[in-house]
């Protein structure tokens, strides 16, 4: 079992060339400076990977360097995790970066691991380790890239079959390993490596807030045991797995046909402890008490779970309809003072029973109306625009778009409310990002819900004795209800006005009350919530 590894020689050594050279380097270093130690980790790490050195050395500086690289991987990822897309270029440095410290990490392991192969019986005995931690590098960019919603490469599943290949032959796929880096829940292997790996993308990790994804990570940690590693299909009709082919390079699915060395992952025990979770917490056992994590708060931890359950053991989401593919453009604006401006058709001003702006009062006193030539450059000003996207499939209910990454446009982040007009439609409609993601083809796309009914733009602002004065500051949209599809009447504002029994006033057409009841969607900068007339 070989691997693309760079050539060893003697020339140009490292800083660190032994354990105790590599130790005095660390305690000099200002690790706490996360771009300064990516550099240097990254430079030492490239000189290490091809310098000759024993191999059991080079495991020794490997697991002494691995909590530093931990470190600052962790800091540096702040540039790029959770980002509209597409990146800046300062954030997709951050993440190359990144990456290119992983990919250094892997290939040391890689190197110890062709040693194993090689009949070195100084790091034989600790193969198991050297294939962990060497997918545990892969993981580590892995959760990164989908940190920063793009594609991952072919190579890193090509990689990781193959790893789990030679941890095959080397007879080593259950042995017990301990990692230092999974916090609370060190004792691992690499079967358990390797499911944890698979699993993360089974999840649809670009609906996944950044917090998300490193939630799933640590119960990961807790839970990759659960999983068996087969050579075989399960056995009974509630058997529960993923196929993966170890000569492949896609991560899995459910069907072992054309594959050429398929192995099996049995996650019947997995999701039996899910599911027990959820129905714990149902009966209202708290997130830390089933183990989720004192930082886990219910409903979001109960919502995360059924993801998880119906991505890894249902088939991944359901659809009210079928999607079709189509080859049709459609119109985008993003942001809620755009979609306001380009449906309500006019600038957002103080509606007239609110403190008229002085400017307003003139106008009216001199022209008998509001002036109209501020509209017509507020867009260019405010920098809205409307854009033009290839629809790539769509449904009554929703719709897959996607654009180049270099086409002129505004970022687009998953949670974000979106207007959007299909085809020869009239009008725009409302939707939700249920996730946006960079292609390998350098493609921005994102899947949209879309919300039923015509929008109508209104104005918004709190009630109560502390907003006797307040302006309409705040633009929003009431949704009709949709009987039909057992939606009420709902009303979108700005995230984080939600509570229940909270009394807003509207303004359309005149002002009214209304009182919050239920929050049906809660987005990036936005919340959709079924509401009462007053």
């Known amino acids: 079992m070989r691997f693309e590894l760079p050539t060893l020689s003697g020339e140009q050594p490292p800083a660190i060339t032994n354990a105790r050279s590599c130790r005095e380097w660390l305690s000099v270093q200002p690790l706490a400076n996360a771009v300064h130690a990516q550099s240097v980790l990254l430079r030492q790490l490239n000189l290490l990977n091809r310098y000759e050195l024993a191999a059991a050395e080079r495991l020794k500086i490997l697991e002494l360097i691995r909590d530093a690289v931990a470190f600052a991987q962790g800091e540096s990822a702040r540039k790029f995790a959770g980002r509209p897309l597409p990146l800046s270029q300062a954030e997709q440095a951050g993440l190359d970066a990144n990456r290119q410290l992983w990919q250094a990490l892997a290939t040391g392991y890689l190197h110890c691991l062709d040693a194993c192969f090689s009949g070195d019986r100084e790091v034989a005995g600790h193969a198991a380790l050297v294939v962990q931690r060497a997918i545990a590098a892969l993981r580590g960019e892995l959760l990164d890239i989908y940190r920063a919603a793009q594609d991952p490469p072919a190579k890193i599943w090509r990689t990781l079959h193959r790893l789990y290949g030679a941890a095959e032959e080397l ?40 917090r998300q994804l490193l939630q799933v990570e640590r119960w990961m940690h807790r839970w990759a045991n659960k999983v068996a590693v087969l050579d075989a299909a399960p056995a009974g009709d509630k058997a529960r797995f993923l196929v993966v082919d170890l000569d492949g390079e896609a991560p899995g699915g459910t069907n072992a046909i054309g594959q050429d060395r398929p192995r099996w992952l049995e996650l019947s025990a997995l999701a039996n402890s899910i599911k027990k979770r959820i129905a714990k917490l149902r009966e209202g056992e708290s997130p830390a008490a089933l183990k989720l994590g004192e930082d886990c708060a219910q409903p979001a931890c109960e919502k995360l779970l059924k993801h998880l359950y119906r991505y890894w053991f249902k088939g991944g989401a359901t659809r009210g309809h079928t999607r079709h593919r189509t080859n049709t453009t459609c119109r985008l604006v993003a942001g809620m003072e755009a979609i306001h401006y380009y449906i309500s058709g006019t600038v957002f001003r103080q509606p007239v029973d609110s403190a008229m702006p002085k400017r307003y009062a003139d106008e009216i006193a001199v022209f008998g109306r509001i002036a109209t030539h501020y509209d017509e450059d507020y867009s260019q000003q405010h920098g809205f625009m409307i854009e033009q996207w290839q629809v790539l499939d769509e449904s009554p209910s929703g719709v897959r778009i996607g654009r180049t990454v270099h086409q002129r446009g505004v970022r687009v982040v998953a949670g974000q409310l979106l207007a959007v007009r299909l085809g020869e439609a009239s009008g725009f409609l409302l939707a939700m990002a249920r996730w946006v993601r960079v292609t390998a083809g350098n493609e921005l796309q994102t ?36 009987p039909a599809l057992h939606q009420p009447e709902t009303v979108i504002v700005p995230a984080g006005w939600f509570r229940n029994g909270r009394v807003i ?30």
Do not use: C, W
């Open 171 to 210: 007879g080593v796929t259950d042995k017990p390993v301990t990692d230092s880096l999974q916090a609370g829940h060190p004792l691992t292997s690499v079967q358990a490596a390797y499911a944890h790996t698979l699993l993360l993308h089974q999840a649809s990790p670009y609906e996944l807030s950044s």
């Open 447 to 482: 899947g949209m819900r879309i919300f039923p009914g015509v929008p109508q733009p209104v104005a918004v602002r709190s009630t109560g004795l502390s907003a006797v004065n307040e302006k309409y500051r705040h633009q929003g949209f009431v949704l009709p209800a949709a």
């Open 505 to 534: 006033e509207i303004h359309q057409d005149g002002s009214r009350q209304v009182r919050l009841k239920r929050l049906v969607d809660r987005g990036a900068d936005f919340e959709r919530v079924a509401f009462e007339r007053m």
